[in-house]
C-alpha cells in the first residue's frame, strides 16, 4: 500500500492487479436466502418438538428448526411424512446448511432411523438449510406410492449414507415415479468410506437415485467422496437417472473424488432408460490415487444432450464421456473439456463435435485441489466454441460468451474488466 497526497487529500491506493477475483470452487450450502416463511409456521428446538410437529403438520405450513443437533436415533426415530398433504416445509432456522444436525444411528445399524427423513404422501415437499448424517438407508426417502411428487432439495449437507443419499423410487416396479424433483445447492459426501458393512455391501450407493421420474433439475451441488473403501469396487454413479426417467436437467454441479459422475440411462436392456435431457456446465475432477470409471455416461438414452462439461480423470480411466446402446440415438455431445476422450459404444449413435480430449493441468487454476476454472494457459479452450442456444451461461452464472466467443468446458475465462487507474498528479510520497 502507498499514501499519497493527492490535489490535497491523503487517500491510500491498492495496486491494481489483472488477475479478476477468484470465483467460488462451488455454490453448495450457499444457496440465495429462502423469504421468510408466511403462513401456519411452527418452530421447534427439540428433538421430541420436531417429531410431534412432522406428526401433525398440515398443508402449507412449515416447520423452522432452530440450531442445534437433533439426535433422532436416541429419540423418535425417522422423520415420516406420511400425510396427503401440499406445500410443507422442513427447514433450518438460518441459511446456513450446518446449523442444524439431524443425526442417524449410523450406516451400519439401522435402529429406528433407516431413513433420515421420510416423504410418503406431501406434495411440493420441501427440505432446506441442514444437514442430515449416519443413516442406515438414505437420509432423503422420496416414495410416490403414497402420491409424492415435486419434492425441493434446497441449501441441505446430507453425509454416509448406507446406501444411496436421495432416493426417488417408482410406483412398484416401474413408471410412474417422483417427478419435477429440483435437487440444488446442497452437498452429499462420505467423510470416510461407505462402510462395507452397510445394508447394500461395499459398492452400493449413489448420490442422487431417481427411478420413472420426469423433468427433474440438479444443479448447483457438490458431490464428494462418493467412493468405495480401497479394494471394494466402484461406487455407483452420484447422479443416477433412469428406468424410464426422462428430461433431465444436470447442470452446475462440482463432482470431487467421486469413482462414477453422472448417468442418464443405466440399463443395457432397456432402450428407453432414459429420454431427452441437458447436462451441460458441470466440473468433475479425480485425482490419480482415487480409483474409477466414467465422467459422464448416456445410457440407451434418446436426444441427449452433453454440452460444455470439464472432465478430468487424471489418468484413471480411459474416456471421459461415453455414450451406450442401441436406444441412445440422436445424442450431441459438443464443447466438453477433458483428458480423455469421448467414446461410442454398443450401438449408440449421435454428433460428437467440437471437444477437446487434450487438457492439462495447468490449463486450470488449481487441478489438484480440483479448481478446474480456466487459467490464461488454456488457449486451446478460451474463445474456440461458437454460441449455443442450450448453454447461455457458464459453471459460475457468468454469460457465454465473455470473450470474443465462447470457451470449450464448463467455465468461461474471465479478464478482470477493472480499469488501471489513471497516473496521479500534484502528489506526494509520505
Same mark, same amino acid.
Given at each position: ?10 487517500? !491510500?491506493?491498492l495496486l491494481w492487479s489483472q488477475t479478476a477475483l477468484a470465483a467460488p470452487l462451488t455454490r453448495s450450502c450457499q444457496a440465495p436466502a429462502?423469504?421468510?416463511? %408466511? ?8 428433538? #421430541?418438538?420436531?417429531?410431534? +410437529? ?12 432452530? #440450531? ?29 446448511? /450446518? ?16 431413513? =433420515?427423513?421420510?416423504?410418503? *404422501?406431501?406434495?411440493?415437499m420441501r427440505i432446506a438449510n441442514l444437514t442430515i448424517r449416519d443413516i442406515y438407508f438414505h437420509p432423503i426417502m422420496l416414495d410416490p ?7 425441493h432439495i434446497y441449501n441441505v449437507r446430507l453425509i454416509n449414507a448406507g446406501e444411496q443419499f436421495v432416493k426417488a423410487t417408482p410406483v *412398484? ?18 467423510? @470416510?468410506?461407505?462402510? #462395507?458393512?452397510?445394508?447394500?455391501? +461395499?459398492?452400493? @450407493? ?5 427411478? +420413472? ?51 442418464? *440411462?443405466?440399463?443395457? @436392456? ?22 474409477? /470409471? ?53 450401438? !449408440?449413435? *449421435? ?18 485441489? =480440483? ?5 490464461? @494457459? ?13 448453454? %447461455?451461461?457458464?459453471?459460475? =452464472? ?7 466467443? #465462447?470457451?470449450?468446458? !464448463? ?20
Amino acid at each position: 500500500m502507498i499514501k499519497v497526497n493527492l490535489c490535497g487529500l491523503t487517500i !491510500a491506493t491498492l495496486l491494481w492487479s489483472q488477475t479478476a477475483l477468484a470465483a467460488p470452487l462451488t455454490r453448495s450450502c450457499q444457496a440465495p436466502a429462502l423469504p421468510a416463511p %408466511t403462513g401456519n409456521v411452527i418452530t421447534v428446538a427439540s428433538e #421430541p418438538a420436531l417429531q410431534a +410437529a412432522v406428526a401433525a403438520v398440515t398443508s402449507n405450513a412449515t416447520i423452522v428448526i432452530q #440450531p442445534g443437533t437433533y439426535n433422532l436415533a436416541a429419540g423418535g426415530g425417522t422423520l415420516y411424512f406420511n400425510k396427503s398433504v401440499a406445500n410443507v416445509t422442513l427447514r433450518g432456522a438460518t441459511n446456513g446448511c /450446518d446449523d442444524v444436525i439431524l443425526v442417524g444411528a449410523g450406516m451400519t445399524n439401522q435402529g429406528n432411523t433407516p431413513y =433420515g427423513i421420510w416423504v410418503g *404422501g406431501p406434495t411440493g415437499m420441501r427440505i432446506a438449510n441442514l444437514t442430515i448424517r449416519d443413516i442406515y438407508f438414505h437420509p432423503i426417502m422420496l416414495d410416490p406410492n403414497f402420491g409424492t411428487q415435486s419434492p425441493h432439495i434446497y441449501n441441505v449437507r446430507l453425509i454416509n449414507a448406507g446406501e444411496q443419499f436421495v432416493k426417488a423410487t417408482p410406483v *412398484g416396479t416401474s413408471s410412474p415415479g417422483v417427478s419435477n424433483g429440483i435437487v440444488e445447492y446442497s452437498i452429499m459426501e462420505y467423510v @470416510t468410506w461407505l462402510d #462395507p458393512g452397510a445394508p447394500g455391501g +461395499a459398492t452400493y @450407493t449413489n448420490g442422487v437415485d431417481v427411478h +420413472a421420474g420426469a423433468s427433474w433439475i440438479i444443479r448447483y451441488n457438490l458431490f464428494r467422496n462418493i467412493r468405495a473403501a480401497p479394494g471394494q469396487g466402484l461406487a455407483g454413479h452420484a447422479i443416477l437417472m433412469w428406468n424410464r426417467s426422462r428430461d433431465t436437467i444436470v447442470e452446475g454441479n462440482l463432482f470431487l473424488n467421486t469413482q462414477r459422475g453422472i448417468a442418464l *440411462g443405466l440399463d443395457g @436392456t432397456r432402450v428407453d432408460d432414459h429420454t431427452g435431457g441437458i447436462v451441460r456446465n458441470n466440473i468433475f475432477h479425480r485425482s490419480s490415487s482415487q480409483s474409477g /470409471d466414467i465422467g459422464i455416461s448416456i445410457n440407451n438414452s434418446a436426444g441427449t444432450k452433453v454440452l460444455h462439461n470439464t472432465v478430468m480423470l487424471s489418468g484413471t480411466y480411459p474416456s471421459a464421456i461415453e455414450y451406450r446402446f442401441s436406444g441412445t440415438t440422436g445424442a450431441l455431445i459438443q464443447y466438453n473439456l477433458a483428458d480423455a476422450g469421448v467414446q461410442q459404444r454398443d450401438g !449408440a449413435s *449421435g454428433t460428437v463435435v467440437g471437444n477437446a480430449s487434450n487438457a492439462q493441468a495447468n490449463w486450470f487454476v488449481n487441478a489438484l485441489l =480440483g479448481d478446474l476454472h480456466l487459467a490464461a @494457459t488454456a488457449v486451446e479452450a478460451i474463445d474456440r466454441a461458437t454460441a449455443l442456444a442450450d448453454v %447461455t451461461q457458464d459453471y459460475d =452464472g457468468d454469460a457465454r460468451p465473455i470473450g470474443l466467443a #465462447p470457451d470449450i468446458g !464448463a467455465d468461461e475465462f474471465v479478464v478482470s474488466s477493472a480499469i488501471p487507474p489513471s497516473v496521479p498528479t500534484n502528489l506526494s510520497v509520505q
